[in-house]
């Protein structure tokens, strides 16, 4: 062999191995496995047009169902609907309260009882009530009814109708038919809170301890032989504000001051 000949086949066995052990570090990805009923691996690609691919060519996975959504779409769409629920309660409760841009909050109870106490109409004729002032009595004011009643309880031994309770002197004042009896209605003047209250007579009569209502409660004051009793008002619950009387009779209201808790004022009586 020549040499020369030799000497220039030299490099390409050298070379071979070179090339072999560089197709590792190649990055290129291998070409895809083709679906069944293509070219097997390595083979070139087909001349002419691309066959399909998925359903329709018999191959591939089939594409998603329409209408269903991941959970993370479900979250966001409830999401959404919790903001339209919320903006919309809103809006319908800011008409149904005149259409403002802002809802003014409830007063808490206490707060708003109290101001409906001192902001009443007849809360400043309380406060300013004179304790002389007589409650004015008229012979309409007379019940023949109630005396009746009474006068039948006294005899029967049972309470007499109206009264908490009757001392014995009272009770055979009653049987005695000494004792008229007059009806009057004491309610609460102002606000409905919950003022409760307890009226006596130097008769021997009691009513109470009773709340005070705005409808409020009749009330008998015994008049024993003609003489109009003493009364004594207390005051022995106040819901807010103080407790305020109106005692009513045929020519008006009378009103009481405004009490605290266990204080006491008399009701001075006239008959016109």
Sequence with gaps: MDPEMEGSEQPQEEARPVSRLSRPEQTTPPPPVRPAGGSPPGAPPPSGPVPPSGPAAGGGSAPA?????????????GLVLAGVLFFGYNYMHKGSTGGGTSVTAPMPGSA??????????NYQKNKNANPA????????????????????????????PGLDSAS?????SIKKHEVKFITVRAYDSCAEDGDWVTLTTD????I?????TIVGRSIVIPVVNGQLPHM??????????????????????WYSGV??????????????
């Design 133 to 160: 002032t007589p409650m004015q009595l008229t012979p309409t004011d007379f019940n023949q009814k109630a005396t009746d009643a009474a006068e039948a309880a006294a005899q029967a031994g049972q309470p007499i």
């Design 203 to 206: 008769a021997g009569s009691k």
């Design 112 to 121: 708003a009882m109290l101001a409906a106490e001192t902001q009443s109409p």
């Design 65 to 77: 169902p329409a209408g269903k959504s991941s959970p993370a779409g479900k979250v966001v769409a």
């Design 208 to 212: 109470g301890s009773f709340m005070l």
């Design 168 to 172: 014995e002197g009272l009770v055979e």
């Design 259 to 272: 009490l605290a808790p266990g204080e006491s004022q008399p009701i001075p009586l006239a008959m016109q």
């Design 232 to 253: 004594t008002l207390t005051g022995d619950k106040d819901g807010v504000g103080g407790i305020t009387v109106g005692i009513e009779s045929s020519t008006g209201t």
